[in-house]
């Protein structure tokens, strides 16, 4: 089972809808992800955040918005998403920096579907 | 040209056989090299890192070669349960950190 849990498991909302997909992790990580998978491609990468601070954005639209209130949690805040952005929504964590290790702990993953 | 490709497959092989996955890369400043594992559904998870000298695993090998910026994977006597997606992933060297990118997978079909 993975120590990263997240919730919802399954999310359904309207283009007009606010909602909040949450992460959590208790192994002492002090680096979170949030990843957009589609079917059939890769994870890529949206947001890292790095000892509580946002330090990677990929050019994310601002209709998703991240938070991490501590070194445990980590939010995507939702709001008048698209139809495509319907996906999985993985968040993952590691200590920081990831180059030596490279080894990144998934959560199962929020399977969204925006109508 | 994509930073990290793989040949999607699937490859569909019988049990016992033994498979080579191929993953280029295209930034040289890379330095750390990893396959990941995602079954259906299911989120990823690191299989083994990848180092220069060449690591293995049980049944797993992986290699690479900086100089053709190519890394393989390769499985010897294929099980039903090694069916997954393999992911090829290097790390990216940011201003003051590193991203992981990830291939597009290539899909292993292990039949009886």
């Known amino acids: 089972d993975t120590e990263v849990t997240q919730t919802p498991k399954h999310l359904v909302m309207g283009m007009t809808n606010k909602k909040s997909l949450k992460c959590e992790q208790h192994m002492g990580h002090r680096a979170m992800y949030w990843y957009k998978q589609k079917a059939k491609k890769p994870p890529e990468l949206m947001f890292v955040?790095?000892?509580?601070?946002?330090?990677i954005n990929e050019s994310v639209p601002s209709r998703f918005s991240p938070e991490c209130p501590n070194s445990s949690l980590l939010n995507l805040h939702l709001h008048a998403l698209q139809p495509e952005d319907s996906a999985l929504y993985l968040c993952?964590?590691?200590?920081?920096?990831?180059?030596?290790?490279?080894?990144?702990?998934f959560g199962e993953g929020s399977r969204l579907t925006v109508l | 040209r994509k930073e990290v490709e793989q040949d999607p497959g699937p490859f569909n092989v019988p049990e016992g056989a033994t498979v080579a996955f191929n993953c280029t890369y295209s930034?040289?400043?890379?330095?750390?090299f990893f396959w990941y594992r995602q079954d259906c559904r299911k989120e990823p998870k690191l299989l083994m890192s990848?180092?220069?000298s060449g690591n293995e695993d049980g049944r797993f090998t992986a290699q690479l070669n900086r100089a053709s910026q190519y890394i393989s994977l390769l499985i010897r006597d294929s099980k039903l349960s090694d069916s997954a997606t393999y992911l090829c992933?290097?790390?990216?060297?940011?201003?003051?950190?590193?991203?992981?990118?990830f291939g597009s997978g290539t899909r292993l079909l292990v039949r009886p």
């Open positions: 990848v180092y220069s």
């Open positions: 993952a964590s590691s200590h920081p920096g990831v180059g030596p290790t490279g080894e990144l702990f």
């Open positions: 992933v290097v790390n990216k060297p940011m201003d003051s950190s590193y991203k992981l990118i």
């Open positions: 955040y790095s000892y509580e601070k946002l330090s």
């Open positions: 930034n040289s400043a890379s330095q750390s």
